[in-house]
């Protein structure tokens, strides 16, 4: 164990096993699986550049091979185009797209109007009877700054099947957006960095604000450094963001894809790059609740939260470089789990997102609080 300096609250330290990242997966045949998300999009037929086509299941998932362009459609309406990944977002449709882009924000309300719920919170549901009635819809021009009044036969007809169903405004398809963005980046990140200096940091991101925080140790002078959110993430393709120590050290990140960090780092006139991946973080998680814990060790955890309350996670000592493992369950709000040295227990809200507790490692005799937050992931 190493001494503590404050950081930010969370779990554990030794041993390991890396769970698999945010989504996405192969196999044979060379197919791959992603997610289309603004909220996991159900039903919505898709057609891959190399041929492959299908429709969105209950997750929201669809099949590709490396270097595709899938291309997504209701009936005769053609929702967008963007490259294969695990996760594709809506901002991904739009050359350089943003979540406040008109251009985005028509495709987020015109799949809300779609849902067949009007619950965007358990995923977006397009159902048979939409599918069929789209078929003779014309493609709405989605940047269109007078879309309510475009589509009134599209809205007409979806409340004939849905009754009740309305176009949400620019602000509630910004918001949903926005959230389920910080949800798709939110996690527990570790990595190296190098360049004038070198050494292993671990990332925060979290769900409820986008800030990014966290620890970088440096294998070169021994010191451990506290990184402050500076910019919280961008909402946009790659979620720009920046943070920063109290001497103006600066790691200035981005997300390549739904798994990864990636970055450069200033000291002055001295600098580098970083490279880092998601710990934990199951992409079939039903919820995803991540943070960080102090006391007589610290470093970073991520808790994979199922509907019937089963977690599953792990914790990351950064100074170590260690994983540990750990399960439980959730009652109501009441967090217990074990790993394989000790106790962890606390208070784990899905309604509010919310998690602290504390932890306690009876093998060596120590003990510490964590924190965190979270977001329904599927």
């Known amino acids: 164990m190493f001494p503590v300096r404050s950081f930010m609250p969370l779990l554990i330290s030794s041993t390991l096993l890396v769970a698999c990242g945010g989504g996405g997966s192969s196999s044979g045949g060379g197919e791959r699986t992603g997610v289309f998300k603004d909220s996991n999009v159900i039903g ?17 998932e669809f099949r ?56 965007p919170d358990n995923g977006i549901t397009i159902s048979d009877d939409v599918r069929a009635l789209a078929m003779g819809w014309d493609q709405p021009e989605f940047a269109s700054g007078t879309l309510a009044g475009d589509i009134a036969d599209i809205i007409s007809d979806v409340a004939s099947v849905h009754p009740g169903a309305t176009l949400p405004s620019e602000n509630e398809a910004i918001d949903h957006l926005q959230a389920t963005i910080r949800c798709v980046r939110a996690g527990a990140y570790r990595g190296t960095y190098q360049g004038s200096d070198r050494g292993t940091f671990g990332f925060l991101v979290d769900a409820l604000t986008g800030d990014v925080s966290g620890v970088a140790f440096s294998s070169v002078d021994g010191g451990e450094y506290v990184l402050n959110a500076f910019d919280p993430i961008q909402y946009s393709q790659e979620s720009d963001f920046v943070s920063s120590t109290a001497s103006d050290t600066f790691f200035r990140g981005r997300f ?62 950064i100074l170590e470089d260690e994983l540990v493992t750990l399960s439980g369950s959730v009652s109501g709000t009441t967090l217990s789990a074990t790993y394989s040295e000790g106790t962890i227990s606390g208070t784990l809200n899905r309604d509010t997102g919310t998690l602290s507790g504390s932890w306690n490692n009876t093998v060596f005799g120590i003990s510490g609080t964590f924190s965190g937050s979270g977001c329904r992931l599927n």
Request: no cysteine.
């Open 44 to 60: 919505i037929d898709y057609r891959t550049s190399s041929g492959i086509t299908g429709t969105t299941n209950e997750r929201g």
């Open 64 to 119: 590709y091979r490396r270097n595709d362009t899938v291309t997504f459609n209701v009936g005769n309406v053609e929702i967008g185009s963007a490259p294969g990944s695990a996760v594709v977002l809506p901002v991904d449709m739009v050359e350089a797209g943003i979540s406040i882009e008109p251009g985005v924000t028509g495709r987020v309300r015109f799949m809300l109007l779609l849902d067949e719920d009007g619950d």
């Open 256 to 317: 390549p894809d739904a798994n990864s960090v990636a970055g450069s780092w200033t000291d002055g006139t001295i600098g580098g790059f970083f490279n880092g991946q998601r710990i934990g973080g199951l992409s079939n998680a039903d919820f995803r609740f991540t943070g960080a814990f102090t006391g007589d060790d610290e470093g970073l955890f991520s808790f994979d939260v199922s509907e019937n309350g089963t977690v599953q996670g792990v914790g990351y000592s």
